[in-house]
C-alpha cells in the first residue's frame, strides 16, 4: 500500500474541495496516483447525482456581474438543495467564479462546455455533488448587453438584477444600481406597457370586468373603466411607470431623466430564488 502523506490530502483537497477523509480514502484507493484520485472522487460525484436527481434545488446563490466596458452583464443561480449548504463560504465563491466565467458565453450550454480549471463546468458540478451530497446545478443564466449595465445583489444572494441604461453618462452607474434595486424590490413583470405579454393584458382587463360586474356596473361602461384599472396595473408593474422607491413623487422613468435628460432604462434582467 502507497504511503499517504498529509501534503498530498491536502493538495487534494484544495483542488477539488472534497473533505480531507474522502481524499484520504482516494488516494489509498488509487495507490497514490494524484489524477486517479481525482477521478475517483469524480466518479463518486455521479453516483451521489444520479441518486439525487429528481431532488428539488430551490435554494442557492444568485451572482450578477458586469464585466469591466460595463457593458454586458451577466445573472447566474447556483442552485442547491438546502439554505445551509447555500450560505457555505465555498458554495458562494463557487457561484461568484461561474458567474465571472459566464461574462465570456452567451448562453448557459456553451457555458456548461466550458473550460473550469481543467474539466468543463458541468463535470465541476458533478465533482461537487459528491463533495457536498446535495443536487447542484446551474439555475438560470440570463445576459444583457446595453451602453450601460449596472448590477444589485440582495442580501443572502436570493434576489440578482441588471438594468440596461441608453448611455454611459455622468451619474449613470448610481441610476442604474438605483434602477437594479428597484426591480429586485417590486418585481415588474415587464419593462414598460410593450413588453407586458398580450396573455397579461387579456387576463388583468377580464379580472377587472369580474369585479366590475360585482360592483353592479352596467355593462356598457365596463370596457372604460377596465382600461383604466389597465392602465393602473401598468403603472404599478413595469418598471419604468413605477413609481421610484428613493422618491414616489416621480416614476422610475422621471428619477433617470433627473440623471441626464437624454437617459432611458433599455432593458432589465431579474433572477430571484424560490
Known amino acids: 500500500m502507497a504511503k499517504i502523506t498529509a501534503a498530498e490530502v491536502n493538495k487534494l483537497r484544495k483542488s ?4 480531507m477523509m474522502d481524499c484520504k480514502k482516494a488516494l489509498v484507493e488509487a495507490e497514490g496516483d494524484f489524477d486517479k484520485a481525482v477521478e475517483i472522487l469524480r466518479k463518486k460525484g455521479q453516483k451521489v447525482a ?9 435554494e442557492g446563490a444568485v451572482i450578477a456581474k458586469v464585466n469591466d ?9 447556483l442552485n442547491c438543495e438546502t439554505d ?7 458554495f458562494v465563491t463557487l ?24 474539466i468543463t463546468v458541468a463535470e465541476k458540478l458533478i465533482e461537487q455533488t459528491g463533495v457536498i451530497g446535495e443536487k447542484i446545478e446551474i439555475g438560470d443564466f440570463r445576459k444583457l448587453d446595453a451602453p450601460f449595465v449596472g ?12 438594468v440596461g441604461l441608453s448611455a454611459n453618462v455622468e451619474g449613470a452607474e448610481g441610476a442604474a444600481k438605483d434602477v437594479a434595486m428597484q426591480a429586485a424590490a417590486m418585481n415588474p413583470v415587464a419593462l414598460n406597457e410593450e413588453g407586458v405579454d398580450q396573455s397579461v393584458i387579456d387576463k388583468e382587463i377580464e379580472i377587472a370586468k369580474e369585479q366590475l360586474r360585482a360592483e353592479g356596473k352596467p355593462e356598457a361602461m365596463l370596457d372604460n373603466i377596465a382600461k383604466g384599472k389597465l392602465n393602473r396595473f401598468f403603472k404599478d408593474n413595469t418598471l419604468v411607470n413605477q413609481a421610484f422607491i428613493k422618491d414616489n413623487k416621480q416614476s422610475v422613468a422621471q428619477y433617470v431623466k433627473s440623471v441626464d435628460g437624454g437617459l432611458t432604462v433599455t432593458a432589465f434582467e431579474r433572477v430571484a430564488l424560490g
Do not use: C, P, Q, W
Not at 16 to 19: D, E, I, N
Not at 50 to 58: I, L, M, P
Not at 84 to 90: D, R
Open 16 to 19: 477539488t474541495g472534497a473533505g
Open 50 to 58: 444520479a441518486k439525487r436527481a429528481d431532488r428539488d434545488s430551490s
Open 69 to 77: 466596458d460595463k457593458t454586458t452583464g451577466v445573472i447566474v443561480s
Open 84 to 90: 445551509f449548504v447555500a450560505k457555505n463560504e465555498s
Open 95 to 118: 457561484a461568484n467564479d461561474l458567474a465571472d466565467l459566464a461574462l465570456n458565453f452567451d448562453s448557459k450550454e456553451a457555458m456548461m462546455e466550458a473550460d473550469f480549471n481543467g
Open 151 to 162: 448590477s444589485y445583489i440582495h442580501a443572502g444572494n436570493k434576489i440578482a438584477t441588471l
